[in-house]
């Protein structure tokens, strides 16, 4: 057994959306207040002397629950007389720790726009960075570079919905379950954050957060519908009676796509209930299900991109130009190959989720707070997206417990947390190769791999209010990671005989130890201005997966990877001057050691796209800047802009062509990380007159252009695009319906061609040792999906009492 131990980092003191339709001073004040907040930078939740009672009895209005509540810019202020209980502090974790660089995305920037998914909401906040994945709704989601190098699915970062956690315990979180209509507001907490939130959240953490049935007291049915045979069915209904609150969303999406081979169907649905038994007792379930058929396209080689971006007339191998093909077995084992495009081969995805969650909070009097969890998810997947298929069903089990408790510490303000957690995932998955044919034909397995992960550990978290305008966070985390699996390969070396040769499997069993402390200061100097600095530590270890890849794509023993530490600096500002003007700017610097990168195969027609390195020293640093100013009645203009510089420190890089050469890549920028990205959205709603509700915004997207390769030859284009959007929100006057919200919006107006996403490719030498120019790297596929052309969504959404 192998026991490895990592201590913070450097140590503490240092659509293919396949769609996307992305789709006088009184009346000043009414225009400042009618749409909320939509930016939250690091908020301090300002806390009162706790409370203190003589006896358990109390009436139901005394005990309060943990239930999210949106934060403005000028909570710490706000909420100076607020009696928050010790439950909402816990609750608040999730949304906005203190001292952390934090932004929520609010219901008003989306409820009137077809969001068709994650990526069309969680740009309007900086550090956020998306691409495309394997499937319409599947994008990879990056805070601060952390997540823009990986292939499919979102790494390096923990979501939770609704306080629950929809992260496995490999790390792996996926975003097509996400429909954006179900939501009241997103936060994104930015930089590491083990401290809090444990394994693989060296990047930040994302909390979805369903509207309360209250929020939507009654029902809502909308539809959107537009190009390339687009169209969203979902309802959403709710209700508080008497102890009781309960949401219900569901919807049912479909499309052709943009692409050749991408057309999707997908279903969607999100319970929350929350009963609060007695004053002292809540209880909350969460149910998420979601159904996902889609064919997926091939990804191309940035020529192939430049001849064909959406792959038309791809039917056959011999078809049009610009059209990526996979080699298959024509037997299904160890006969001949057949050329075919992902068209023929009918490549895609069947999968299904389901995250099931149960929550206690007690009260033991109206400081302190008992919180148990339990969920149980499960990712059943069935996956031919290439020359071999996954299928494998991955259940997985997290329980956590905590105890808030609110007091005073020497006379000073204080809130502390101590929880623990354990949670696991074993797993069966199979390798098949699939054949020609169509429609995914399978021919006979050519791996199976065993993984059990487990995670446990204890965490401490200390707030101590200093002065009425400083307030000191401590936090401390400490985590086991045990990894074991089997990786068993089948080989049929008689040439159409189905007998299988089976050499000695891959084990391994490693045990790996991380510790993850935090500091930070929040100094609110006045009404106006706040001022934030914190140092942090983060840590992912590898998945069981990434240990039996070689660089290849080739099954084999990767089971040297480390475990991925860093250690980031935070110093950031808040102003405040009004509620019509909010500014926030952070500026950050993380260390990173052995980080896990991940990185095209080198034979592309192998059994893995991908496989998983170390890169042993990497810097990661930039600036993320967050406006919103409602600069004249009805008028708003918000933005977000981030800046990256991100590369590499140590790290030799071996490449081979029968001899082995080697390449240092100190210096050199880290492939997929845009250096600057901004959107930026103008827009302007009527409060008043015949034409009160009608508004509309023009919207702006930039993502500069990135390195692919680690030598920094070959750059994916930037781009720009220009959406507008024209909206109508009126209430009706009726005894059966309560309000109407219709609206259109045309997405990339100037119908640019754009790269949606771009996977790192693996640099190639000749047979002298001479790294191969771009022209050549620029041929190699498996690496771009096109982004949408222009689209025309309109959709409608009716609220009934």
């Not at 956020?128 to 994008?139: E, L, T």
Request: charge should be neutral; charged fraction near 20%; include cysteine.
């Amino acid at each position: 057994m192998l026991r490895i131990r990592a201590i913070g980092s450097a140590g503490l003191p240092v659509l293919v959306g396949l769609l996307s339709p992305v789709g006088s001073d009184a009346l000043a004040q009414a225009a400042s207040e009618a749409i909320p907040a939509v930016t939250v930078e690091a908020q301090e939740r300002s806390r009162p002397k706790p409370i203190t009672r003589p006896s358990r009895q109390r009436s139901a209005s005394t005990a309060r629950a943990a239930r999210p509540v949106a934060r403005n810019a000028t909570d710490g202020a706000e909420r100076q007389n607020n009696t928050a209980s010790a439950g909402e502090a816990r609750a608040g974790l999730n949304q906005s720790p203190a001292g952390q660089t934090t932004t929520t995305v609010d219901r008003s920037q989306f409820d009137s726009r077809p969001s068709f998914s994650v990526s069309d909401v969680l740009r309007d906040s900086p550090g956020i960075s998306i691409k495309q994945g394997n499937g319409p709704r599947d994008f990879g989601i990056s805070i601060r570079g952390s997540n823009a190098r990986n292939g499919f699915g979102i790494r390096n970062l923990v979501i939770f919905e609704d306080g629950f956690p929809v992260t496995q315990p490999d790390g792996l979180s996926r975003s097509d379950l996400i429909d954006p209509h179900a939501y009241g507001a997103i936060d994104v907490i930015r930089g590491p954050s083990s401290a809090l939130y444990g394994n693989y959240a060296t990047g930040g953490a994302l909390n979805f957060r369903t509207r309360p049935g209250g929020t939507i007291d009654g029902v809502e049915y909308g539809v959107d519908g537009g190009s390339y045979g687009y169209l969203n069915n979902y309802l959403a209904a709710g209700k508080k009676v008497g102890n009781f609150e309960g949401s219900l969303f569901a919807s049912d999406t479909r499309g052709d796509g943009y692409i050749g081979n991408s057309w999707f169907n997908t279903q969607t649905v999100n319970f929350l209930g929350t009963l609060k038994a007695t004053p002292d007792d809540r209880f909350t379930v969460k149910i998420i299900n979601n159904d996902l058929s889609a064919r997926l396209p091939l990804r191309q080689s940035l020529n192939q991109f430049y001849t064909n971006p959406f792959q038309q007339g791809c039917t056959t191998g011999t078809g049009a130009a610009g059209c990526p093909t996979v080699s298959l077995f024509n037997n299904g084992f160890n006969g001949g190959k057949d050329t075919e495009t992902a068209t023929q081969a009918g490549l895609g995805r069947n999968d299904r989720r389901t995250i099931v969650g149960g929550r206690w909070e007690h009260d033991f009097d109206n400081t302190m707070t008992w919180r148990n969890q339990f969920v149980f998810d499960d990712r059943n997947i069935s996956q031919p997206t290439g020359a071999t298929s996954t299928i494998g069903d991955f259940p997985s089990y997290n329980y956590m417990s905590d105890i808030t408790k609110r007091g005073e510490i020497f006379g000073m303000e204080s809130t502390t947390l101590v929880g623990a957690w354990y949670n696991t995932l074993v797993a069966s998955s199979d390798t098949r190769n699939v054949m020609p044919g169509g429609n995914a034909t399978l021919g006979l397995i050519s791996a199976n791999t065993y993984s059990d992960t487990s995670n446990y550990g204890i965490r401490a978290r200390e707030e101590l209010k200093l002065t009425p305008d400083l307030t000191a966070i401590a936090g401390i985390g400490w985590e086991t990671t045990i990894l074991k699996g089997v990786n068993t390969l089948y080989k049929y070396n008689t040439f159409n005989v189905p007998v299988a040769t089976i050499p000695a499997p891959t084990t391994v069993n490693r045990t790996i130890e991380n510790t993850a402390p935090e500091f930070a200061l929040l100094y609110r100097l006045n009404q106006e201005w706040q001022f934030r600095g914190r140092v942090a530590t983060g840590y992912g270890t590898p998945q069981v997966s990434n240990l039996f890849v070689l660089p290849n794509g080739d099954f084999g023993n990767n089971t040297q990877l480390q475990t991925q530490t860093n250690v980031g600096y935070d110093l950031g500002f808040d102003w405040t001057p009004s509620n019509a003007v909010k500014l926030s700017a952070t500026a950050f610097y993380e260390f990173f050691r052995n980080e896990l990168v991940n990185q095209a195969a080198s034979n592309p027609s192998a059994s893995n796209a991908t496989y998983t390195f170390n890169a042993p020293r990497s810097e990661h640093r930039g600036i993320e800047l967050a406006a919103d100013w409602k600069f004249h009645p009805g008028w708003r203009f918000m933005a977000a802009y981030t800046y990256l510089d991100e590369v590499y420190t140590e790290y030799v890089e071996n490449i081979t062509n029968g001899a082995v050469f080697s390449f240092n890549r100190a210096g050199n920028k880290i492939p997929g990380i845009s250096p600057n990205e901004l959107t930026a959205r103008i827009g302007y709603d009527e409060f008043a007159g015949p034409l009160a509700g009608l508004g509309g915004f023009v919207e702006v997207q930039w993502k500069d252009s990135f390195y692919m390769d680690n030598a920094n030859l070959l750059k994916a284009p930037g781009y720009e695009l220009v959406n507008v959007n024209v909206h109508y929100k009126t209430d009706l006057a009726s005894d059966t319906f309560r309000s109407l919200n219709l609206f259109l919006e045309v997405r990339n107006v100037f119908d640019r061609i754009y790269v949606a996403s771009a996977n790192n490719i693996s640099n190639t030498v000749t047979g002298a040792g001479l790294q191969n120019p771009a022209s050549v790297l620029a041929n190699t596929t498996g690496s771009i999906y096109a982004g949408s052309p222009r689209t025309f969504v309109a959709g409608m959404k009716v609220a009934f009492k």
